[in-house]
């Protein structure tokens, strides 16, 4: 029987024959998008493109990612060639616009990454050629370059980076060329953030409800046809989201799925018995191994005592609970779908406090698990970021656990941080230390796949306790092994140790050592990549980095207008500034308030809020802002936010946050009274709005120095950036007399 999505698959390709067919029929054949547009501004148009720019991005970047591991590992990857796509288009903004192109991009997209044949998985292998490098941690990458593989998937990779942008350009385009009809750009631009500021509303509406690809792009294609001037090419476009549906469906059943959580995709797979009773399930996160569910509760061992190849006592799940106190008070860190939970049941814990940032993992938990563990009076759930929750909670434990945790995807689509970085630092296990009661052993599970990953997680905890853990070997599966790091403040490990001949055995049997030639930094709250080596970029994002540049520069040099002229400094450097200051709003804020998409989302809101309030400062009364003004208040509140000593600040941590967040909002208020005020007066808004798109990618670019240097070191960066902007300003008028001055208050 012929695979189902090969089939889909097939139908898919018939679709868009037949489309093709249409579209060669057509009067006026491949003329969609032809029309340079009405001079005056036509409102519905610029809303709808700017709502269609930021939802069309965010699910790029989230539907890329799961599709194409390296892009999760790498996540600004394809955010910045989403930006380049949009500049490319304001700065063609009086070509034709190019929806053909675009919608031409987004298929040949879904077709190149759904490819169905090979498992479904044929570019698998240009995650692993791009991502193998010994200094950096990527799951199923390889830790040497094979130069051959390298460059075919470096090749592969610049053809779907091209096609991203490819989407973006006729939006550039429409955005671009409804802000020069306004009656003033300044106008335009505040309905552009306007519609940004809905296009964020909708795609976390779309990801509160777990909505799947096909919706997104369906809504994509949508508005690519409501955008369209003439009736038949809004059919021919709409009619393209039947073959975008049967490329990204996935078939289901009652024993196999996939959800599409708020972070990630999960694919859910029940294993039965023989005799159709369950045994396990599989839950595969971004078409990687994660997690299981399993039974191990003693009536189920007890009909099938073959299930397990170990004695109960020792399996992983259950040996935390043999080095603690009985009846302990527990914290689970990154619970899952309740198999610890469950443990601490069994193990007659009194109660079990179970933090997981997933909801779709969690409701999995809920209604999958066998044993039931989330449905116990003795469990509390908390849906949230562990570091969140340690800030919170006042409680004590006899033992604490930490799952074996490894996000496998970015905390957002502005930074190359991880879910987790924040949870594996000396100060989380400062928290976490402080939680624990007299007594209490902190015990903590990882799949070490290279030695010095295992090196910082002992030098996190001897740090943190004074002297080294116990550290063995156990085996998370069959076939994949964990490294458990057990500690306490007391020498309750060790009494444990004495008083259990048969743990000391298996402790001893399967002890494991790490040293390394020079030291391993350890991880912190300014400098959290748990997953890289040492303090230096990775061959990996120097590599991707490359073909971003490369892309960029082979693109810009295709417009007309660039020949014999560069972008605007002040522009530029606005764009850079304020995709550096954004990074460090949303990291500063994650650990205040979680590092959830919640947050993400409500930052990114906020800062985009923050700018329409600059714009309409500007347009009412203009009169009241002098740019010398604005750019002390800019320059200082930087300043301010790179001085201030947030760890020193005592108080609630909801207080402490919302003053983090007030700190990072005065400057970007301030930036976005400068780039109101230059953007009223700009001779061409579409090349001030190209040269804010290209800034914005070598920021995200720029970004990549906090793997060096630290986050906070980034401020002193954007600072400069600012100062490039104000020499811009300065620049303008040295080279043009009529200008207006710098220190003139309109």
């Not at 303090?535 to 991707?544: G, K, L, Q």
Request: glycine letters at 8%.
């Amino acid at each position: 029987m012929m695979n189902p999505r090969i089939v889909t698959f097939l139908l898919a390709i018939g679709a868009l024959a037949v489309w093709r067919l249409a579209l060669y029929r057509k009067r006026h054949d491949d003329t969609i998008g032809v029309s340079t547009g009405s001079s005056r501004l036509q409102l519905s148009q610029l809303l709808l493109a700017s709502f269609l720019t930021i939802f069309l991005e965010l699910a790029v970047i989230r539907w890329i990612a799961v599709e194409v591991r390296i892009f999760a590992y790498i996540k600004n990857l394809a955010l910045l060639v989403c930006f380049l796509g949009f500049g490319l288009g304001c700065a063609l903004a009086r070509g034709r616009v190019r929806w053909l192109t675009a919608a031409n991009a987004l298929l040949g997209l879904l077709i190149i990454v759904r490819w169905p044949w090979q498992g479904g998985r044929v570019l698998e292998g240009l995650s692993q050629a791009l991502g193998a490098a010994s200094d950096v941690e990527i799951w199923g990458a390889g830790k040497s370059w094979n130069w051959a593989h390298f460059t075919l998937a470096a090749a592969v990779a610049s053809l779907l980076l091209f096609l991203i942008t490819c989407i973006f350009v006729p939006l550039g385009q429409t955005v671009s060329r409804q802000i020069e009809a306004a009656p003033s750009p300044l106008h335009g631009y505040s309905w552009n953030l306007a519609g940004s500021l809905i296009g964020i509303v909708g795609f976390l509406g779309a990801c509160r409800l777990m909505l799947s690809p096909t919706i997104w792009f369906g809504v994509g294609l949508a508005g690519f046809a409501l955008l369209q001037s003439e009736r038949r090419d809004r059919y021919l476009m709409a009619s393209l989201i039947v073959p975008a549906a049967l490329l990204l469906h996935d078939s289901a059943t009652n024993d196999h799925f996939s959800i599409w959580s708020p972070y990630q995709q999960i694919e859910f797979t029940r294993i039965k018995l023989p005799d159709g009773e369950f045994v396990a399930a599989n839950l595969f996160v971004n078409h990687v191994g994660y997690q299981y569910i399993v039974n191990l509760s003693p009536e189920f061992l007890a009909r099938h005592p073959h299930v397990m190849g170990e004695p109960s006592e020792e399996n992983h799940f259950n040996l935390p609970f043999r080095f603690g106190k009985a009846t302990p008070s527990v914290l689970i860190v990154g619970a899952g779908a309740g198999n610890d939970a469950a443990a601490a049941l069994r193990n007659g814990s009194r109660f079990v406090d179970a933090v997981e940032i997933d909801p779709a993992i969690l409701a999995l938990g809920k209604s999958q698990h066998p044993e039931r563990p989330y449905d116990s009076a003795q469990v509390a759930v908390h849906l949230t970021d562990a570091r969140n929750f340690l800030k919170r909670s006042q409680n004590r434990y006899d033992l604490i656990l930490f799952g074996a945790l490894d996000s496998h995807t970015q905390f957002s689509d502005y930074s190359n941080m991880r879910l987790d970085n924040f949870v594996y630092t000396l100060e989380s296990f400062r928290e976490a230390r402080d939680h624990l009661a007299p007594d209490g052993v902190l015990y903590l599970k990882f799949q070490v796949n290279r030695p010095w990953m295992g090196e910082r997680l002992l030098a996190l905890l001897s740090q943190t306790f004074g002297k080294p853990p116990v550290m063995f070997r156990t085996n998370l599966t069959a076939f994949i092994p964990a490294t458990c790091f057990v500690i306490s403040s007391s020498n309750q490990v060790e009494k444990a140790l004495a008083a259990d001949p048969r743990l000391a055995e298996l402790v001893a049997r399967n002890r494991v050592a790490f040293a390394s030639s020079s030291p391993v930094p350890v991880t912190t709250d300014d400098w959290p990549y748990l997953y890289q080596e040492g303090r230096w970029i990775p061959r990996t994002y120097f590599s991707v980095a490359l073909l971003v540049i490369l892309l960029g520069l082979a693109l810009y040099w295709q417009i007309p207008e660039a020949r014999g002229s560069t972008p605007s400094l002040f522009f530029l450097s606005m764009g850079a500034g304020f995709l550096l200051l954004e990074t460090q709003a949303i990291s500063r804020l994650a650990l205040y308030f979680g590092t959830t998409w919640l947050v993400n989302a409500i930052a990114i809101g906020a800062l985009l809020a923050t700018l329409l309030l600059g714009n309409v400062m500007i347009e009412l009364k203009p009169e009241l802002w002098r740019r010398s003004w604005t750019v002390i208040g800019l320059l200082g509140s930087l300043l301010i936010a790179y001085l201030i000593p947030f760890r020193s600040i005592s108080g609630s941590t909801r207080y402490v946050g919302s003053a983090v967040a007030l700190t990072f909002a005065i400057p970007v208020f301030f930036a976005g009274l400068l780039f109101a005020e230059e953007f009223r007066i700009t001779d061409s808004p579409s090349s001030a709005l190209a040269a804010n798109m290209l800034g914005a990618v070598c920021g995200g670019l720029l970004e990549n120095l906090s793997l060096v240097v630290g986050m906070r070191a980034l401020l002193p960066i954007t600072i400069g950036l600012y100062v490039l902007a104000v020499c811009g300003l300065g620049w303008r008028r040295f080279s043009s007399p009529a200008a207006v001055p710098l220190a003139d208050s309109t």
